[in-house]
């Protein structure tokens, strides 16, 4: 009999921490998803990592990506939702195609764009966005708080778009986001809300953490879509066992190269080896913002601040959320405001992961490259997922099977494309009609009590 996988909080051990007030409970898959941030400010991690065996994870070979959903999300959540309601879950999440595109020899890109917003963030809101409208107490409503650099508010925008009991409030720097990037998040209306931020991604990111740990705002019922809540990492497991069984022999290892930003991607990679998935080396290519490079390279921890503008602008984050986690699973803790309270084992993590910063001008040089080689298209996030594992394999010799993640279409930086390739990407059916929505944001400065405002006078807490 395997226990159930019970909740705890990262920060549970900073005693005697001005301005934290460790969580040292455990708690239920549904109280982490509901509250989506631990009160003490930490993020929610399980207590035990359920295993999935080889031979599970080659019975996927042919089948569909539900398939691969239900095994791994099952694993987790089968003490807390029946298999019925997961499989209608699971469902209605991935009516979509996962493409594995061969580039060369045994080297693959996996598209995660073809999702409604063209975005890999489709697969865990989706998913996130259903467990909610499953687990949410009756009659109270749910207001959810996201911060996005990018892809990630269009993709939870939609995927929360009509459900019952729930609204949604997605913050973006006003100045960071592409052109198509803001019409998806300005037009999607009805119970989401866009808000435009006149400052970086960090600083949306911190309001919205700041609101959660807010004593006083405790009655509008937060939750989080950013991969600070677990609900968001789960689903993300999936894709890379689904790789995995696609691309492999029996026995073999697999590189995976994960462009990375706020690291829930990443993580859900890292969950994904530690559950038994046979991967060799987890890449993580950063963009312009190279502290974690910089902190496997030396073992000395420095966040980035102000996080720094790239081509790559779902990448700009300075200080990743979802570095407590990497902390954690390797013995460390560092808070939200990047001070390390004990160092991680950095030799472990060496051992299974590498990464490496991508600037602007190795970017751009990686699509057209890509693309004249390959035929390959690209955009700026896929680009540097690629150009990473190119590097990782020129340092430590040529490998075979790997596959690096495309996360977001081309189409979304048309732009770039154009400017580097002389062609216009063609647009996916999820977003032939954008351009013909209408819609506009609010818009605040980056300033907390100006933000609590505009919450306290608009978020609604019953039904």
């Not at 989401?192 to 509008?220: N, T, Y």
């Not at 609900?231 to 691309?247: E, H, K, S």
Request: hydrophobic letters at 35%; glycine letters at 8%.
């Amino acid at each position: 009999m395997t226990k159930t996988i019970r909740y705890y909080s990262t920060n549970r051990n900073l005693k005697g921490v001005e301005g934290i007030a460790p969580f040292t409970n455990r708690v239920s898959f549904k109280d982490a998803l509901l509250q989506g941030q631990a009160p003490d400010e930490g993020l929610f991690m399980p207590d035990t990592v359920p295993q999935i065996s080889y031979e599970d994870i080659i019975s996927l070979r042919g089948k569909p990506y539900v398939e691969s959903a239900m095994l791994v999300t099952g694993a987790f959540l089968r003490d807390e939702i029946s298999r019925e309601a997961l499989e209608k879950i699971v469902n209605d999440s991935y009516n979509f195609d996962v493409p594995l595109e061969k580039v060369v020899n045994r080297k693959y890109i996996m598209r995660l764009d073809q999702g409604p917003t063209a975005s890999f963030k489709d697969f865990a809101a989706r998913m996130m966005a259903r467990l909610m409208s499953h687990f949410r107490d009756k009659g109270k409503r749910l207001n959810v708080l996201v911060a996005t650099s990018g892809d990630t508010g269009s993709a939870v925008g939609e995927a929360f778009k009509g459900v019952e009991g729930i609204d949604v409030n997605i913050l973006y720097p006003k100045d960071e986001v592409s052109g198509r990037q803001k019409k998806q998040l300005d037009t999607i209306g009805d119970n989401v809300h866009a808000v435009s931020i006149d400052g970086k991604f960090d600083d949306c990111q911190d309001l919205v953490k700041q609101a959660f740990s807010d004593p006083s705002l405790e009655h509008l019922n937060f939750t989080s879509a950013n991969s600070i809540n677990f609900g968001r990492i789960l689903p993300q497991m999936v894709y890379y066992f689904y790789a995995y069984a696609r691309l492999c022999e029996d026995g073999e290892k697999i590189v995976i190269s994960v462009p990375s930003g706020n690291f829930g991607n990443a993580l859900g990679c890292e969950y994904a080896r530690r559950m038994g998935l046979p991967v060799k080396k987890l890449v993580m290519p950063t963009n312009e913002n190279d502290e974690f490079p910089r902190f496997l390279k030396t073992g000395c921890y420095e966040k980035v601040s102000p996080s720094r503008a790239c081509l790559s602008n779902a990448m700009n984050v300075g200080h990743p959320s979802n570095l407590a986690r990497f902390f954690e699973l390797y013995g460390g803790t560092v808070d939200r405001m990047g001070k390390v309270h004990k160092y991680p084992d950095i030799e472990a993590m060496r051992k299974n992961i590498y990464s490496v910063s991508i600037s602007d001008k190795i970017t751009k040089e990686c699509i057209k490259k890509t693309y004249d080689t390959y035929g390959v298209i690209l955009e700026p996030h896929g680009a540097a997922g690629w150009r990473g594992l190119e590097i990782y394999l020129e340092e430590n010799g040529n490998f075979s099977p790997c596959v690096s993640l495309e996360t977001a279409h081309p189409a979304k930086f048309p732009d770039e494309i154009i400017e580097l390739l002389g062609i216009a990407p063609e647009l996916p059916d999820s977003m032939k009609n954008i351009d013909k929505r209408e819609g506009e944001p609010v818009e605040l400065p980056g300033d907390y009590e100006m933000f609590k405002e505009y919450l306290q006078d608009n978020l609604k807490v019953t039904e």
